[in-house]
């Protein structure tokens, strides 16, 4: 079984920085589509952004694109999401998420594999 365990959350104020990383465990994760999700208080969890096998394409959601930068180091078995010029609604929980192949990749349901979330908190 596959394990998933994130890293780097925690208080910025808005117009700050944080890097989250997500490390994978229990099996090789190279042929996965990994993404990162979100959820705010009272909302549904999202879509943020994800990355294909070897890194060759990424997607971003409309609200973090050209703020965020997703990444994978397979050697390491990790993904990282790079969040630059966070704002107060960033504030959420973030999910790392692994899904097998080239799925589409907004569909929450499609992941195999959750990691249990870092809490993202940006004040203003």
């Known amino acids: 079984q596959g394990q998933l365990v994130e890293s780097g959350g925690g208080l910025v104020q808005a117009g700050g920085s944080l890097r989250l990383s997500c490390v994978c465990s229990?099996?090789?994760?190279?042929?996965?589509?990994m993404a990162w999700f979100r959820q705010a208080p009272g909302k549904e969890r999202e879509f943020a952004s994800a990355i294909r096998r070897s890194g060759l394409k990424t997607y971003y959601s409309d609200s973090v694109n050209g703020r965020f930068s997703i990444s994978r180091d397979d050697a390491k078995n990790s993904v990282f999401l790079q969040m630059n010029s966070l704002k107060p609604e960033d504030t959420a929980v973030y999910y790392c998420?692994?899904?097998?192949?080239?799925?589409?990749?907004?569909?929450?349901?499609?992941?195999?594999?959750w990691g249990r979330g870092t809490q993202v908190t940006v004040s203003s």
């Open positions: 998420a692994a899904g097998w192949g080239d799925i589409a990749y907004k569909y929450s349901a499609l992941y195999d594999y």
């Open positions: 229990g099996r090789t994760f190279t042929n996965y589509t």
